[in-house]
């Protein structure tokens, strides 16, 4: 586990979609047979944005912004109700920012839209058109029938929320975010809603009532791990490979760095280097008679 959460930011409470178990022990196991983990790379966790579902017996599911926070009508904010996002962005680099907005130990924000917004789109796991009534209930969502009252309900200010509404609105009504870009690049376009016109990522957040859910920096995989060379053999301190001893997935540091391309980013080379080491400790078995 020191490995898996070497560094997210000094003292920075997230939320891990990693279960208790996962103590990184085919990382201990590399170190004890000479090999060693990577350092100083910026950030060695990929990040998620997520929200907690309350469970009836008092446990919680994990439910993670892919989509939501990309449409029309939805902002993020943190504690102090200020906007510190392309919200449409990647969910690597929306954790990244979560954390860098957050100094400290509280790494969570809020994810706001209102009425029309929720009716169309849904917000985390309220799906659109069906009842929100369990939601709000539990407690997943919060609504307010106006932003101070949203904002009071929230513990954040509500001169503060207003004010980032109404920046964020005289923006949307232009097709133009100005402070973060939303709908700027290809990507963030590509996940927001084509019928809305001359951007697919802005609308006002006009109608009330509004609502909130809770969002915490979940991680769900590792950018550090083991020194490898491109046969995925694991090196000693001295870059030489150490005899036998291969690996690939999240116990090898992967050759992206801190960055994350794309879905799948662990997955992919966690198959190629796996493939890879197959075949070359398959040449390296004698061969069985």
């Known amino acids: 586990k020191k490995h898996f959460y070497s560094h997210v930011a000094a003292g920075a409470r997230h939320f891990a979609v990693a279960p208790e178990s996962n103590t990184g022990d085919g990382l201990n196991l590399g170190e004890k047979a000479g090999g060693y983990v990577v350092e100083g790379r910026p950030w060695n966790c990929l990040f998620m944005p997520a929200s907690l579902i309350p469970g009836k017996t008092g446990s919680a599911a994990v439910f993670p912004h892919i989509w939501d926070r990309s449409k029309p009508g939805f902002i993020a904010v943190t504690p102090r109700g200020e906007r510190f996002v392309n919200e449409a962005t990647s969910y690597m680099q929306f954790g990244q920012a979560m954390v860098l907005a957050n100094p400290g130990a509280d790494v969570r924000a809020f994810l706001i839209c209102d009425h029309l917004a929720i009716k169309r789109y849904g917000l985390g796991l309220a799906r659109p058109m069906l009842p929100l009534r369990p939601h709000l209930r539990s407690g997943y ?111 090898m540091a992967i050759m992206m760095g801190s960055h994350s391309v794309g879905g799948g980013i662990t997955l992919g080379p966690a198959m190629v280097f796996g493939y890879i080491a197959g075949c070359n400790l398959a040449q390296s078995q004698p061969v069985m008679p």
């Open 141 to 251: 969502i919060v609504s307010g029938n106006s932003l101070s009252e949203l904002a009071e309900k929230l513990k954040i200010p509500a001169a503060t929320l207003e004010a980032t509404v109404a920046k964020y609105n005289a923006d949307a009504a232009l097709g133009v975010d100005r402070q973060f870009g939303k709908g700027s690049d290809p990507f963030s376009r590509f996940q927001g809603d084509p019928d809305v016109q001359p951007n697919p990522n802005l609308a006002p957040l006009a109608q009330a009532p509004f609502y909130a859910v809770e969002i915490f920096c979940a991680d769900f995989g590792t950018f550090t791990g083991l020194r490898t060379n491109a046969n995925a053999q694991v090196l000693a301190r001295d870059e030489q490979p150490i005899p036998g001893l291969y690996a690939a997935g999240n116990d």
